[in-house]
């Protein structure tokens, strides 16, 4: 009589029956990792070349997106797909934009690393670790067969090949890393940016706010001064400009509205338009109730001839307010002109002041756009007390990340979670290819998602500190990026992954060490199947530029309904680079120019893969045992540990021979300095000089130059554009390319 037939209803099977049968199905499936493997390649490489096949399909359709610089005109669309890869592939650089080309150039560097390296390693280590391994008979199967945890109990000196390839790759890594410094400062050093003669200086203390007690600060060092402006508390003025481009964008909107209707309406009748324009009631004099009644009782205006009095009311004002900066708050901070270059990187590295706090942070700013004029008038206590909130907000976030992050490692693992957990035996009843999906294409997902929102939270906290350059933003930022992404995608779903096989193992009764050394390794699964899913569809968006596709394709033609919205749509946003270098500098470890700031910082970030390297091979070695159960590769443990002070030895020599040449240019080529053309720029509030355009599209019937005559007459002062786009007599908008 069989088993099933004994048992009743009511009997519930043995928990060791239970214990075999998820044991069982865990083996069947080749471990699941090869299944969950093969799931997260094939879907990662189906993401990519739907991708691909989609931007050769469509990026001649679309020049405004794949096209939308000057670096990049349109023509070159037309060329074919061999042509068009060269071009891709050519390595030049943009001296105009170092941001573009250190990128290009940090990419070029991660290949320069690994491809020799995978080159050389894999056809060493594969053969090495499979052939007369464990394999299934002591629970190593699936892609495990190919890895660390596979080596047989009774070879364990082929360990010695993998601490002898160990030494070559980190000689490797450090003999790259130094080169890319040395380049980086050569480059840097012939940029515009090294160039630069203005420095803005923050919390000046109140007996130098006098232009002349300034200057006689900085008169010790070389040339002259040649200009020096106090910065201004133009808050109120900027409330203003806010209010006049809201009412520039309202009286946008309501003039297109009226040319589309009006348009519209003459095709329909034969060329008799009948269009009426907006009623609007004014805004009610006060929120209380009376003010309500008020404003209920009023007659409903013009809305057009409203908003155009109401346009110029308020630019009268600002223009009025701009005649009289004196009348604005003097602020503790100030733009210092020097005629010599050298004299603008010496003074932001020297002290200035004998009391902590003043006289800092002092920043040469590589443009207007780069000033975060919000936080140039906070004072320095204020600017303390940000930091400190935001970085306790910050590390709040990045714990509580953890247990998500956890459970997302565990799910990678989640056949041996069944040994554990009672209410997940029904997993093992599912397909195989179905686990594939559960361990290899949802962790990665759910872990991209998660790491994407901690991102936007990361970008706000960060520019809430009080800092007032944007390019020392995106440092701060890719740092704080860096680290989480370190912490939580490599150690915290390493381990994670890894504790599910160990505690049962261990549960089991066999020894903590060789159940560490088997099954620590077999969380790199994961990990391997996030690389492939970062790098395959990370790369594949970048290329498509999928959010501005959507963008494009249905957002732009429900909400785009003004050529000022149309004109920002094709613009786009810049790249923060912030946190988009963290996820390609992690993955190696496990229209703003910065001048190409992130570049060192990024290779910065790449030895702490090396040391996490190091530090897993050396616990690794300790922790392999042969088939008596001794530790069989103390040797190369103790080798492999010298490598970390070794290491950090080298990582000190180069941060004291590079660090000071990162950012400041050395004296050594003042000359070349004081005789290098820059292209000058005005640093100045943008509160003082910005403009509100207005643009409407121009017809074939004269209706956008009868409303563009109106304008220029009741506005005055206000530019009034209808070149940049023109209408249909469906009502369409088109830009002119």
Not at 248 to 266: M, N, Q
Not at 278 to 305: C, F, M, N, Y
Not at 612 to 630: D, I, K, V, Y
Not at 684 to 695: G, M, N, P
């Given at each position: 009589?069989?088993?099933?037939?004994?048992?009743?209803?009511?009997?519930?099977?043995?928990?060791?029956?239970?214990?075999?049968?998820?044991?069982?199905?865990?083996?069947?499936?080749?471990?699941?990792?090869?299944?969950?493997?093969?799931?997260?390649?094939?879907?990662?490489?189906?993401?990519?070349?739907?991708?691909?096949?989609?931007?050769?399909?469509?990026?001649?359709?679309?020049?405004?997106?794949?096209?939308?610089?000057?670096?990049?005109?349109?023509?070159?669309?037309?060329?074919?797909?061999?042509?068009?890869?060269?071009?891709?592939?050519?390595?030049?650089?943009?001296?105009?934009?170092?941001?573009?080309?250190?990128?290009?150039?940090?990419?070029?560097?991660?290949?320069?690393?690994?491809?020799?390296?995978?080159?050389?390693?894999?056809?060493?280590?594969?053969?090495?670790?499979?052939?007369?391994?464990?394999?299934?008979?002591?629970?190593?199967?699936?892609?495990?067969?190919?890895?660390?945890?596979?080596?047989?109990?009774?070879?364990?000196?082929?360990?010695?090949?993998?601490?002898?390839?160990?030494?070559?790759?980190?000689?490797?890594?450090?003999?790259?890393?130094?080169?890319?410094?040395?380049?980086?400062?050569?480059?840097?050093?012939?940029?515009?940016?090294?160039?630069?003669?203005?420095?803005?200086?923050?919390?000046?203390?109140?007996?130098?706010?006098?232009?002349?007690?300034?200057?006689?600060?900085?008169?010790?060092?070389?040339?002259?001064?040649?200009?020096?402006?106090?910065?201004?508390?133009?808050?109120?003025?900027?409330?203003?400009?806010?209010?006049?481009?809201?009412?520039?964008?309202?009286?946008?909107?309501?003039?297109?509205?009226?040319?589309?209707?009006?348009?519209?309406?003459?095709?329909?009748?034969?060329?008799?338009?009948?269009?009426?324009?907006?009623?609007?009631?004014?805004?009610?004099?006060?929120?209380?109730?009376?003010?309500?009644?008020?404003?209920?009782?009023?007659?409903?205006?013009?809305?057009?001839?409203?908003?155009?009095?109401?346009?110029?009311?308020?630019?009268?004002?600002?223009?009025?307010?701009?005649?009289?900066?004196?009348?604005?708050?003097?602020?503790?901070?100030?733009?210092?002109?020097?005629?010599?270059?050298?004299?603008?990187?010496?003074?932001?590295?020297?002290?200035?002041?004998?009391?902590?706090?003043?006289?800092?942070?002092?920043?040469l700013p590589t443009s207007v756009d780069d000033i975060v004029w919000d936080?140039?008038?906070?004072?320095?206590?204020?600017?303390?007390?940000?930091?400190?909130?935001?970085?306790?907000?910050?590390?709040?976030?990045?714990?509580?990340?953890?247990?998500?992050?956890?459970?997302?490692?565990?799910?990678?693992?989640?056949?041996?979670?069944?040994?554990?957990?009672?209410?997940?035996?029904?997993?093992?009843?599912?397909?195989?290819?179905?686990?594939?999906?559960?361990?290899?294409?949802?962790?990665?997902?759910?872990?991209?998602?998660?790491?994407?929102?901690?991102?936007?939270?990361?970008?706000?906290?960060?520019?809430?500190?009080?800092?007032?350059?944007?390019?020392?933003?995106?440092?701060?930022?890719?740092?704080?990026?860096?680290?989480?992404?370190?912490?939580?995608?490599?150690?915290?779903?390493?381990?994670?992954?890894?504790?599910?096989?160990?505690?049962?193992?261990?549960?089991?009764?066999?020894?903590?060490?060789?159940?560490?050394?088997?099954?620590?390794?077999?969380?790199?699964?994961?990990?391997?199947?996030?690389?492939?899913?970062?790098?395959?569809?990370?790369?594949?968006?970048?290329?498509?530029?999928?959010?501005?596709?959507?963008?494009?394709?249905?957002?732009?033609?429900?909400?785009?309904?003004?050529?000022?919205?149309?004109?920002?749509?094709?613009?786009?946003?810049?790249?923060?680079?912030?946190?988009?270098?963290?996820v390609y500098t992690n993955l190696a470890c496990i229209e703003r120019d910065?001048?190409?700031?992130?570049?060192?910082?990024?290779?910065?970030?790449?030895?702490?893969?090396?040391?996490?390297?190091?530090?897993?091979?050396?616990?690794?070695?300790?922790?392999?045992?042969?088939?008596?159960?001794?530790?069989?590769?103390?040797?190369?443990?103790?080798?492999?540990?010298?490598?970390?002070?070794?290491?950090?030895?080298?990582?000190?020599?180069?941060?004291?021979?590079?660090?000071?040449?990162?950012?400041?240019?050395?004296?050594?080529?003042?000359?070349?300095?004081?005789?290098?053309?820059?292209?000058?720029?005005?640093?100045?509030?943008?509160?003082?000089?910005?403009?509100?355009?207005?643009?409407?599209?121009?017809?074939?019937?004269?209706?956008?130059?009868?409303?563009?005559?109106?304008?220029?007459?009741?506005?005055?002062?206000?530019?009034?554009?209808?070149?940049?786009?023109?209408?249909?007599?469906?009502?369409?908008?088109?830009?002119?390319?």
């Open positions: 009589m069989s088993g099933r037939e004994v048992r009743t209803a009511t009997d519930s099977p043995p928990a060791d029956l239970d214990f075999n049968n998820s044991f069982a199905k865990a083996q069947q499936l080749s471990g699941v990792s090869l299944s969950s493997f093969l799931a997260s390649l094939s879907t990662s490489l189906a993401i990519f070349a739907l991708e691909i096949l989609v931007f050769f399909a469509i990026r001649g359709r679309f020049p405004e997106i794949y096209a939308s610089t000057p670096e990049t005109p349109t023509n070159k669309l037309t060329k074919s797909i061999a042509t068009w890869y060269a071009d891709l592939l050519r390595f030049e650089r943009d001296r105009g934009h170092l941001d573009r080309y250190f990128f290009q150039r940090y990419v070029r560097t991660l290949l320069l690393i690994f491809l020799p390296a995978a080159l050389l390693i894999t056809p060493i280590l594969l053969p090495t670790n499979y052939i007369n391994g464990k394999a299934a008979k002591l629970g190593v199967s699936g892609i495990d067969t190919l890895g660390w945890s596979n080596v047989g109990l009774d070879h364990s000196d082929r360990y010695w090949v993998h601490l002898i390839l160990a030494f070559l790759f980190i000689a490797h890594v450090c003999w790259i890393l130094w080169n890319e410094f040395t380049s980086y400062v050569a480059i840097r050093q012939n940029s515009p940016s090294a160039a630069l003669r203005t420095m803005l200086i923050d919390a000046i203390p109140g007996c130098w706010m006098d232009e002349a007690r300034l200057a006689s600060q900085f008169s010790v060092f070389p040339g002259k001064i040649t200009a020096i402006s106090f910065n201004r508390d133009f808050r109120k003025l900027s409330l203003l400009v806010a209010q006049r481009d809201a009412l520039a964008r309202s009286l946008e909107s309501a003039e297109t509205r009226y040319i589309r209707d009006t348009v519209t309406s003459a095709r329909k009748r034969g060329g008799e338009p009948n269009v009426r324009r907006d009623l609007i009631r004014p805004p009610a004099p006060s929120r209380s109730l009376r003010g309500l009644l008020a404003w209920l009782e009023q007659e409903k205006v013009d809305a057009i001839l409203y908003r155009r009095r109401e346009l110029r009311r308020v630019t009268e004002e600002i223009e009025l307010k701009r005649s009289m900066p004196e009348d604005f708050l003097q602020l503790p901070s100030a733009f210092i002109t020097f005629e010599d270059p050298l004299a603008a990187h010496m003074a932001c590295q020297t002290v200035i002041h004998t009391n902590p706090g003043y006289m800092t942070p002092r920043t936080n140039v008038c906070i004072t320095w206590w204020e600017r303390n007390v940000r930091t400190v909130a935001s970085n306790v907000v910050i590390a709040a976030l990045a714990m509580l990340c953890v247990v998500p992050v956890a459970l997302i490692g565990l799910l990678s693992q989640i056949i041996y979670l069944t040994r554990a957990l009672e209410w997940l035996r029904w997993v093992d009843r599912l397909p195989e290819w179905s686990l594939g999906l559960f361990q290899g294409v949802l962790p990665p997902v759910l872990l991209a998602v998660l790491v994407k929102a901690f991102s936007a939270a990361l970008q706000h906290l960060v520019r809430k500190q009080g800092i007032s350059s944007k390019s020392i933003i995106s440092l701060r930022v890719q740092d704080f990026y860096f680290c989480f992404l370190f912490l939580q995608t490599t150690l915290v779903v390493s381990l994670s992954a890894g504790l599910t096989s160990i505690a049962n193992e261990v549960a089991s009764g066999q020894s903590l060490a060789a159940t560490l050394a088997k099954n620590l390794p077999k969380a790199s699964n994961y990990f391997l199947s996030y690389v492939l899913l970062q790098a395959l569809s990370t790369s594949a968006n970048s290329l498509l530029r999928i959010d501005r596709l959507v963008a494009r394709l249905f957002l732009a033609p429900i909400f785009d309904k003004t050529v000022t919205q149309k004109l920002v749509r094709q613009k786009g946003a810049d790249i923060e680079w912030g946190v988009f270098l963290p910065s001048g190409g700031l992130f570049y060192p910082k990024a290779l910065k970030h790449l030895v702490a893969g090396l040391y996490l390297m190091e530090c897993s091979l050396t616990a690794l070695f300790f922790l392999t045992r042969n088939s008596r159960g001794e530790a069989a590769c103390i040797a190369q443990a103790c080798l492999m540990a010298i490598t970390i002070p070794l290491t950090a030895v080298y990582h000190h020599l180069v941060r004291k021979a590079f660090n000071p040449l990162l950012i400041f240019s050395p004296t050594s080529i003042g000359d070349t300095l004081t005789s290098r053309s820059v292209k000058s720029f005005t640093l100045e509030h943008r509160a003082l000089a910005s403009a509100s355009a207005i643009r409407i599209p121009k017809d074939d019937l004269g209706i956008s130059s009868n409303e563009a005559a109106q304008l220029r007459e009741a506005l005055k002062s206000t530019p009034v554009l209808e070149d940049d786009a023109t209408i249909t007599s469906s009502g369409r908008i088109t830009l002119l390319k």
